[in-house]
């Protein structure tokens, strides 16, 4: 997920704990920064061994939607401290892969934790998901594993990522992704709601609906090619996201990510991954 310029106070706290050595933190986002996936999600025990296998499990779903293949280059859009990359790089040969981010702080752990192998190349480069950095038709496959929410555009972003993908390349993305009918009810909110999510998870944009996505597909030159909701083998992730907060004696985070986890429970909030082709 990026942002220097745009404040998310989670990856403040993250860092923070990080820096300590703090065992639990690191065990639940040291690798990676989002949800969790659970084939059979009855099964979660509710430990952060548990969770960080199914954040695993969620990365390797994305880019699976995206067919990566061995010979690709890949470019990872808000990569976060680098947890995708080092999947691909762990499960693939002969990658070339970037992961690019805004913080410079996230990418300084991605550099520190994520060494090459297997024949694979890794690069990692601070830049604006909005505005990529590189040369068009220059990769094979986009990725942007729950990190779209934060981007100042998703017209730009996709308009981007075909710009860089040479013909026939592929874009996955996973995202929350609301029913038509939650935004009306999100904008009765009160403030004090929405300001708790906002001091936790920083500037959130989750009112692009699958109707919306598909405009954004058509009018950016994309065919949407998958739809996978995936929202009931995400939701162990809220309880050992909230009783990590807290620990950490954030109970106003915690009280935030319970709002999410309520308008999830109730079907109003989809998580979504979605595949594309150019």
Not at 48 to 59: G, I, K, N, P, S
Not at 226 to 252: A, H, S
Request: charged share 25%; aromatic share 10%.
């Amino acid at each position: 997920m990026q942002s220097a310029k745009i404040p998310l106070p989670y990856f403040d706290i993250l860092l923070e704990h990080i820096n300590l050595g703090d065992a639990a933190v690191q065990k639940t986002f040291g690798r990676h920064v989002h949800w969790g996936y659970w084939e059979n999600p009855w099964k979660a025990d509710g430990s952060v061994d548990d969770f960080a296998a199914a954040a695993e499990q969620l990365t390797q779903r994305v880019y699976a939607a995206a067919n990566v293949k061995e010979g690709d280059r890949v470019l990872d859009a808000g990569c976060g401290f680098g947890g995708t990359i080092a999947s691909l790089n762990e499960n693939f040969s002969n990658l070339n892969l970037v992961g690019l981010n805004i913080d410079p702080r996230q990418l300084e752990r991605a550099r520190q934790e994520v060494q090459p192998h297997g024949n694979n190349q890794i690069e990692f480069v601070e830049g604006d998901a909005c505005q990529l950095p590189f040369a068009d038709a220059s990769f094979d496959v986009v990725l942007a594993v729950e990190c779209i929410f934060h981007f100042p555009s998703r017209a730009d972003f996709f308009h981007e990522a075909r710009r860089v993908l040479r013909p026939g390349g592929r874009f996955a993305i996973c995202d929350f992704v609301p029913l038509p009918v939650f935004n009306p009810i999100r904008r009765l909110l009160t403030n004090k709601v929405v300001s708790a999510v906002e001091d936790t998870y920083g500037r959130v944009n989750s009112e692009c609906t699958l109707a919306d996505y598909r405009k954004l597909a058509t009018d950016s030159g994309f065919t949407l090619t998958l739809k996978e909701d995936i929202t009931g083998k995400t939701l162990p992730t809220y309880p050992v996201i909230r009783r990590l907060f807290e620990q950490l004696d954030k109970p106003d985070s915690a009280q935030a990510t319970a709002e999410v986890e309520l308008v999830s429970r109730l079907g109003l909030l989809r998580y979504l991954i979605l595949g594309f082709t150019r």
